[in-house]
């Protein structure tokens, strides 16, 4: 199936640090969703999108559903140890779900 | 808020065995899915159901089977284990709007081993 083009792969930042990671497709997409996923535990849902330009915030993470409806961002602003996980981005279409590929974060106290 | 409960965190079991994930969510969501999650290569969709009685396959269905008896329940098996087949598996269920799926709900996953 088809796979979302997520970057970046990984991430080693300082505590405190600015995060920024992106998802692309050669799809139109209706809807842009944002998981976490914690080491050993299933994804969880942080944001999701639903219109073209949309900028939705959770708390230090903020989102934004690109204008060509091919691509999203996650920003992380002024982040924490347990920011720690795995992020990935998800398109709905028809009865399925693609998903990118993840960016692994790591924050160091 | 959803639940989507995984019967077993982890698993262990021998080559040969047939195993059973079990997967149940407490939203009424018509629909449920099963991926496995591998180093590298990332989410990949088994099988999922869109109704009681009714699957379709994913992109890597070979080695499984599933059965959704009751709505709220979506059970993966595994007919006859064999190594390549220890992952971690994940379930997620979703709502219909119209023609739109909602956001899925994943479960806690099951890290399945088979020595």
């Known amino acids: 199936g088809q796979q979302l083009n997520q970057s970046p792969q990984s991430m080693f930042i300082q505590e405190g640090e600015d995060v920024s990671m992106n998802c692309t497709s050669s799809s139109i997409f209706n809807t842009w969703l944002w998981y976490k996923q914690d080491p050993g535990e299933g994804p969880v849902l942080l944001i999701a999108?639903?219109?073209?330009?949309e900028l939705t915030s959770n708390g230090r993470l903020t989102a934004q559903f690109g204008i060509t409806r091919k691509d999203s961002f996650l920003n992380i602003s002024a982040s924490i140890p347990s920011d720690v996980g795995i992020y990935f981005c998800a398109g709905p279409t028809g009865n399925q779900f693609y998903f990118g590929t993840g960016t692994s974060l790591t924050v160091i106290p | 808020d959803v639940k989507v409960t995984q019967s077993s965190r982890y698993l262990v079991k021998r080559t040969g065995e047939k195993v059973f994930l079990e997967c149940v969510q407490d939203?009424?969501?018509?629909?449920m899915f099963w991926y496995r999650q591998d180093p590298g290569l990332g989410l990949r969709l088994i099988y999922f159901?869109?109704?009681?009685?009714?699957?379709e396959k994913g992109d890597i269905p070979e080695g499984y089977s599933v059965s959704r008896e009751k709505k709220e329940r979506f059970s993966l098996i595994l007919e006859s284990a064999s190594t390549n087949q220890t992952s971690m598996y994940l379930c997620?269920?979703?709502?219909?709007?119209?023609?739109?799926?909602?956001?899925?709900?994943f479960g806690d996953g099951t890290r399945l081993s088979i020595l």
């Open positions: 939203m009424d969501h018509e629909n």
């Open positions: 999108l639903y219109k073209a330009g």
């Open positions: 997620a269920s979703t709502s219909l709007v119209g023609f739109s799926n909602q956001p899925q709900h």
């Open positions: 159901s869109y109704d009681v009685k009714m699957k």
